[in-house]
């Protein structure tokens, strides 16, 4: 079956609100808070290409080893630069910003956590008109399947402990996210079934885990372990990552959304960093009801001043079709891969290029293909 994703929906995204609130620790992790142009965590290129993603955040290129006087005792220059090594991160120089003549972003609650455990979240919701819909449906757009009604989206909470080595020694930390809303759905285990797969509360609205994981950092590698979102793409599901409501084709029916398994992030040097790990398939539970086995990873690359690059790509045994009722029931094999430019073509305007291509063999019917193109000018 080939499917061209040319075939455009009907619909339009006219609103959508999102408020948010957090927790921040002493460490300054990056969170949603007013201040800072980090979204820590989230699904990959939306959030990669316009975070730090591509300045030292380990401060690896002023450290020949954590034994050298240079790589950890010196102060930051300014707020945006971090101290490596045993600085936690604090700014003595109390840099002015657009709140205040302190470093620290406000914030609904008082910075006095000293574990560098953060709590944060945002609520979102919105409507969509399509005048050639079915009833009040907008099918086929997940995150976007009703029209002409308003919808609770996403009421998003989580929990955090973000690793921050400064590029020398070890690190740990976790993270755990909650979504209740119309998008809740739209994010569960469907891929196999089990963990959040049918926690819904109504037709319409339902609830999902779509990030529980460990983290354990050693200088400038990081692991995470447990059920995460995917590195393939730019646009995400948490809304805060998103610059449109609406989104593709591409997104919604070409790419994974979540995963269970390891993947281990090395930062490399100011302008590279890699991805790679094992995976459990698509959008699967920690059961492995498919016995999918997959291999998931990738490059992000600052390939000019003004051009970003990421490549992602899962391949493997994609399951042996056996998952519960309502679910994807994948079989075969898999290789799908994800392809972002992010071009500077001012200081306030971006233009990005996403390529996807996936195939899926090894089936009685024969082969799956499916390729889409996507385009934005943010």
């Given at each position: 079956m080939n499917v061209n994703l040319r075939n455009w929906a009907a619909a339009l995204g006219v609103a959508g609100v999102t408020l948010w609130f957090s927790q921040i620790g002493q460490a300054q992790q990056a969170s949603?808070?007013?201040?800072?142009?980090?979204?820590?965590?989230?699904?990959p290129a939306s959030h990669i290409l316009n975070s730090n993603l591509f300045r030292t955040s380990a401060n690896s290129a002023h450290c020949d080893s954590c034994d050298s006087p240079a790589c950890g005792c010196e102060q930051p220059k300014t707020c945006d630069e971090r101290p490596s090594c045993e600085s936690k991160g604090d700014c003595d120089s109390?840099?002015?910003?657009?709140?205040?003549?302190?470093?620290?972003?406000?914030?609904?609650?008082?910075?006095?956590?000293?574990?560098?455990?953060?709590?944060?979240?945002?609520?979102?919701?919105?409507?969509?008109?399509?005048?050639?819909?079915?009833?009040?449906?907008n099918d086929p757009v997940p995150f976007s399947s009703n029209a002409g009604e308003f919808y609770l989206n996403q009421l998003w909470a989580t929990i955090e402990k973000a690793t921050d080595t400064?590029?020398?020694?070890?690190?740990?930390?976790?993270?755990?996210?909650?979504?209740?809303?119309?998008?809740?759905?739209?994010?569960?285990?469907f891929g196999s079934g089990g963990w959040d797969f049918g926690w819904n509360s109504s037709v319409e609205y339902g609830s999902a885990i779509p990030q529980i994981y460990g983290e354990i950092a050693y200088n400038d590698v990081k692991v995470k372990?447990?059920?995460f979102f995917t590195i393939i793409g730019y646009e995400v599901v948490p809304a805060t990552g998103n610059f449109f409501y609406s989104h593709a084709y591409t997104m919604n029916y070409g790419e994974p959304f979540t995963h269970t398994g390891a993947l281990a992030e090395w930062t490399v040097n100011d302008n590279l960093t890699v991805w790679g790990g094992y995976t459990f398939g698509w959008d699967s539970g920690f059961d492995n009801y498919l016995d999918a086995h997959t291999f998931l990873g990738g490059v992000a690359a600052q390939v000019s001043e003004k051009v970003k690059v990421i490549w992602a790509a899962n391949a493997g045994d994609f399951g042996d079709g056996t998952s519960a009722p309502g679910t994807s029931q994948n079989a075969g094999n898999i290789y799908m891969n994800s392809i972002v430019v992010d071009v500077a073509l001012a200081d306030r305007l971006n233009y990005v290029f996403q390529?996807?291509?996936?195939?899926?063999?090894?089936?009685?019917a024969g082969n799956s293909e499916w390729y889409g193109i996507n385009q934005y000018l943010l």
């Open positions: 949603f808070h007013i201040g800072d142009d980090e979204f820590s965590a989230v699904q109390r840099c002015g910003n657009l709140i205040g003549e302190e470093c620290e972003a406000w914030t609904l609650f008082p910075n006095d956590n000293g574990h560098g455990i953060t709590f944060n979240g945002w609520v979102q919701g919105g409507i969509t008109l399509n005048s050639d819909n079915n009833a009040i449906r400064g590029g020398c020694g070890w690190d740990f930390g976790f993270r755990i996210d909650y979504v209740f809303g119309a998008d809740g759905p739209d994010t569960q285990t372990l447990g059920h390529h996807d291509l996936g195939v899926n063999s090894g089936l009685g």
